[in-house]
């Protein structure tokens, strides 16, 4: 965008002695950044000229060269009749800007603003605040907070650059080249460390816009791109593969971003590309320029829910994170004791365990965005895509989180519970052989999301969607889920 900045706006930012407001410092800064261009009108030198303080006034035209000058001065029509020198120069600019010369006029005169409205172009006529805004929305990012995920500059990891971590990625790669260049270029990772000074996995992003990630396929707007996604070997089967990829798909949703891509050789990445695949990631063709080397990736990440009548499970694995919750879908109340809560939802913080660590976790459950839960409920029928509710009992006492079903079936044989979980659940071995002593029902779900506002115990009885806290799965209906929805955020 080119912003055409009003000489009110100019003056402080060239007068030392002036305090700088935060919002005008931000906006500058994130239109240097990103590429945007500040602008002034010639009519802007004139005023500048008036100050009968010659040293500020020499300093400030001085410093006006940062900025890009308008190189045509039109006569304005709007001034036929006006004695005004100061009116003058504002109508000036503010034809400048009807006459297209920017996208934006940023000025703090509420003369100008009033003008503006006068004559239809109150909609481009920002204050700092507007300004600094619509640049934040464009560009701020809101950043992943993930237990045991670290988002970190790239640069920061280039001591380690030399460790075997990185050794598979060199291989027919010039893969420090391309490290060291992004590192440069302010690149962002998200990593795991195994132990102190150890990376246990890592996943280096970026957003792109309007990129054309293979043959005749050019994605419209901002989309996050996966860069680089390892996971150590000696980290392997601790879940980090998921935990990255919850870190994407947050940062997907709090951004806005409609598309995740990544590339790769297939066979080197097979088993990353396996893990896509079973998150919705789709094979679109090959990377241009990788000689049909690496193939691309694609996963559609609509803001909005698609019109997609999809069985539901699929629909949650193709636009994950939104889900179908439609009168074709059960809903259920799970409730979960507070300590195996704190281990499956590791990112979620209630109240009770703001004093904990969030790095707190030895159970490597709660990295998964797959999970599983156990129980001896009386409820034998939950289908896949039904949607769970989980209620923390105890301490918070309160529904915290939306969850899908994959499967639910009832098995009575430890090992073959084990077998069906892998390391899905918070449960023991132990555990697991005192439950199978009786059938045991095994629901294995994908976590969708926490609530904004967990919703407590007194609030459903209110709403009269439970008469009591749940001992056991409890079916509820369409209407009270979508009321749970509404006011849970």
Not at 231 to 255: C, P, Q, S
Not at 284 to 288: A, K, L, N, T, Y
């Given at each position: 965008?080119?912003f055409?900045?009003?000489?009110?706006?100019?003056?402080?930012?060239?007068d030392?002695?002036?305090?700088?407001?935060?919002?005008?410092?931000?906006?500058?800064?994130?239109?240097?950044?990103?590429?945007?261009?500040?602008?002034?009108?010639?009519?802007?030198?004139?005023?500048?000229?008036?100050?009968?303080?010659?040293?500020?006034?020499?300093?400030t035209?001085?410093?006006?060269?940062q900025?890009?000058?308008?190189d045509?001065?039109?006569?304005?029509?709007?001034?036929?009749?006006?004695?005004?020198?100061?009116?003058?120069?504002?109508?000036?600019?503010?034809?400048?800007?009807?006459?297209?010369?920017?996208?934006?006029?940023?000025?703090?005169?509420?003369?100008?603003?009033?003008?503006?409205?006068?004559?239809?172009?109150?909609?481009?006529?920002?204050?700092?605040?507007?300004?600094?805004?619509?640049?934040?929305?464009?560009?701020?990012?809101?950043?992943?907070?993930?237990?045991?995920i670290?988002?970190?500059?790239?640069?920061?990891?280039?001591?380690?650059?030399?460790?075997?971590f990185?050794?598979?990625?060199?291989?027919?790669?010039?893969?420090?080249?391309?490290?060291?260049?992004?590192?440069?270029?302010?690149?962002?990772?998200?990593?795991?460390?195994?132990?102190d000074?150890?990376?246990?996995?890592?996943?280096?992003?970026?957003?792109?816009?309007?990129?054309?990630?293979?043959?005749?396929?050019?994605?419209?707007?901002?989309?996050l791109?996966?860069?680089?996604?390892?996971?150590?070997?000696?980290?392997?089967?601790?879940?980090?593969?998921?935990?990255?990829?919850?870190?994407?798909?947050?940062?997907?949703?709090?951004?806005?971003?409609e598309n995740?891509?990544?590339?790769?050789?297939?066979?080197?990445?097979?088993?990353?590309?396996?893990m896509?695949?079973?998150?919705?990631?789709?094979r679109?063709?090959?990377?241009?320029g990788?000689?049909?080397?690496?193939?691309?990736?694609?996963?559609?990440?609509?803001?909005?829910?698609?019109?997609?009548?999809?069985?539901p499970?699929?629909y949650?694995?193709?636009?994950?994170?939104?889900?179908?919750?439609?009168?074709?879908?059960?809903?259920f109340?799970?409730?979960?004791?507070?300590?195996?809560?704190?281990?499956?939802?590791?990112?979620?913080?209630?109240?009770?365990?703001?004093?904990?660590?969030?790095?707190?976790?030895?159970?490597?459950?709660?990295?998964?965005?797959?999970m599983?839960?156990?129980?001896?409920?009386?409820?034998?029928?939950?289908?896949?895509?039904?949607?769970?509710?989980?209620?923390?009992?105890g301490?918070?006492?309160?529904?915290?989180?939306?969850?899908?079903?994959?499967?639910?079936?009832?098995?009575?044989?430890?090992?073959?519970?084990?077998?069906?979980?892998?390391?899905?659940?918070?449960?023991?071995?132990?555990d697991?052989?005192?439950?199978?002593?009786?059938?045991?029902?095994?629901?294995?779900?994908?976590?969708?999301?926490?609530?904004t506002?967990p919703?407590?115990?007194?609030?459903?009885?209110?709403?009269?969607?439970?008469?009591?806290?749940?001992?056991?799965i409890?079916?509820?209906?369409?209407?009270?889920?979508?009321?749970?929805?509404?006011?849970?955020?």
């Open positions: 965008m080119r055409l900045l009003d000489t009110n706006i100019l003056i402080p930012l060239e030392s002695k002036l305090p700088l407001q935060p919002s005008l410092a931000n906006f500058v800064r994130l239109a240097n950044a990103h590429g945007h261009s500040l602008i002034y009108h010639p009519a802007s030198e004139d005023d500048i000229r008036q100050d009968t303080n010659t040293d500020r006034r020499n300093q035209l001085e410093r006006l060269g900025y890009t000058r308008l045509a001065r039109l006569g304005c029509p709007w001034n036929v009749g006006v004695s005004d020198r100061n009116d003058a120069a504002d109508n000036e600019i503010l034809y400048a800007l009807h006459l297209n010369a920017a996208h934006a006029l940023v000025t703090e005169d509420q003369g100008i603003h009033s003008k503006a409205k006068a004559k239809g172009l109150v909609h481009r006529v920002y204050t700092i605040q507007t300004a600094e805004d619509q640049l934040r929305r464009l560009h701020d990012r809101v950043p992943v907070q993930l237990p045991n670290e988002d970190v500059p790239l640069y920061s990891l280039s001591p380690l650059l030399s460790s075997s990185f050794d598979s990625l060199r291989e027919g790669y010039p893969f420090n080249t391309w490290f060291e260049r992004k590192a440069q270029e302010g690149r962002r990772a998200w990593v795991n460390w195994e132990q000074g150890i990376l246990g996995g890592i996943c280096i992003y970026a957003r792109q816009d309007n990129e054309a990630i293979a043959e005749n396929i050019v994605l419209s707007g901002p989309a791109k996966l860069a680089t996604f390892k996971v150590g070997e000696t980290n392997r089967g601790r879940k980090i593969g998921e935990l990255l990829l919850k870190a994407a798909f947050r940062y997907a949703v709090d951004n806005r971003l995740i891509f990544i590339h790769g050789d297939v066979d080197l990445h097979h088993f990353l590309f396996e896509l695949e079973d998150f919705g990631f789709v679109v063709g090959f990377h241009p990788s000689d049909g080397r690496d193939a691309v990736y694609l996963k559609s990440h609509p803001i909005d829910p698609p019109p997609d009548h999809l069985p499970f699929e949650l694995r193709r636009y994950f994170p939104h889900f179908r919750h439609d009168a074709s879908t059960g809903k109340i799970v409730p979960i004791k507070p300590e195996y809560h704190r281990i499956l939802f590791s990112d979620y913080v209630s109240p009770a365990d703001r004093q904990l660590t969030l790095f707190r976790l030895s159970n490597t459950a709660g990295n998964a965005i797959k599983a839960y156990l129980c001896h409920a009386q409820t034998k029928t939950i289908n896949p895509g039904d949607v769970v509710l989980f209620f923390r009992s301490d918070e006492r309160a529904i915290t989180s939306i969850g899908v079903v994959e499967s639910y079936e009832t098995l009575d044989d430890a090992a073959e519970i084990v077998a069906r979980v892998k390391r899905r659940t918070v449960y023991s071995m132990a697991i052989d005192f439950m199978a002593e009786k059938p045991t029902r095994v629901m294995l779900f994908r976590l969708v999301r926490h609530l506002n919703l407590t115990q007194v609030w459903l009885e209110r709403e009269q969607v439970l008469k009591g806290p749940p001992q056991s409890t079916k509820i209906a369409n209407d009270k889920f979508e009321t749970i929805l509404a006011h849970g955020g």
